[in-house]
């Protein structure tokens, strides 16, 4: 759902391509949707612009909004004025930033205008809605968190039972309580989430 919401808001606020990076610690985000335009993924990956993009320098160490614009002096390599050359002529950074190492942050493009102050704040305070609703439920019991990672290896509830030594029902129980907390469709669903969250 968080995925569905936040992409539903990334288009209407980056028509021209949008990036969300949620949950980060280090480099490697939780969840991330990269809708930007396939030439300008080719050419940041191809040039490893990561390594100097201004937008991610400034969301490391700030929470809020800013214009990608308003980066151009700290962009010693021009990512700024080479981004116009794929359609990304007006773009916003927003990110969220626990101060732990834990952050969210997202890219907005639009080819028509630069972004208000109000849809500066209107971005930065999703980006912190969607970190926040992307946590990982603390709930799970240790049973539960057994189960999910006895399903994601392929077990069945029969095998997975006797392996626990209780009945198939208990492990039924276990699943629909897990898949409950994870808001999963199924028992495999809920594995997947599991995973994804760093739990299993």
Same mark, same amino acid.
């Given at each position: 759902m968080t995925q569905q919401v936040s992409q539903e808001f990334a288009e209407r606020f980056g028509p021209s391509g949008f990036y969300l990076g949620l949950r980060i610690r280090f480099a490697f985000p939780a969840i991330e949707v990269n809708h930007l335009p396939a030439s300008w993924i080719d050419l940041y990956s191809r040039e490893k612009f990561f390594f100097v993009d201004p937008a991610l320098r400034w969301s490391y160490d700030n929470r809020g909004a800013i214009r990608w614009n308003d980066l151009e002096a700290n962009d010693p390599a021009g990512l700024v004025k080479r981004s116009r050359g794929h359609g990304l002529w007006y773009g916003a950074v927003a990110s969220f930033n626990e101060g732990d190492g834990l952050r969210s942050y997202g890219l907005f493009y639009r080819e028509d205008r630069e972004y208000e102050d109000d849809e500066l704040a209107l971005l930065a305070a999703h980006i912190e809605e969607l970190?926040?609703?992307?946590?990982?439920?603390?709930?799970?019991?240790? @049973?539960?968190? @057994?189960?999910?990672?006895?399903?994601? @290896?392929?077990?069945?509830?029969?095998?997975?039972?006797?392996?626990?030594?209780?009945?198939?029902? @208990?492990?039924?129980?276990?699943?629909?309580?897990?898949r409950v907390k994870l808001g999963a469709s199924n028992g495999t669903h809920a594995a997947a989430l599991a995973s994804e969250y760093g739990l299993i």
């Open positions: 970190h926040r609703r992307a946590a990982p439920p603390t709930t799970l019991t240790r @049973a539960e968190i @057994a189960v999910l990672q006895r399903v994601k @290896a392929g077990g069945r509830l029969k095998q997975i039972a006797h392996e626990f030594g209780v009945s198939e029902g @208990a492990i039924k129980q276990r699943l629909r309580n897990a």
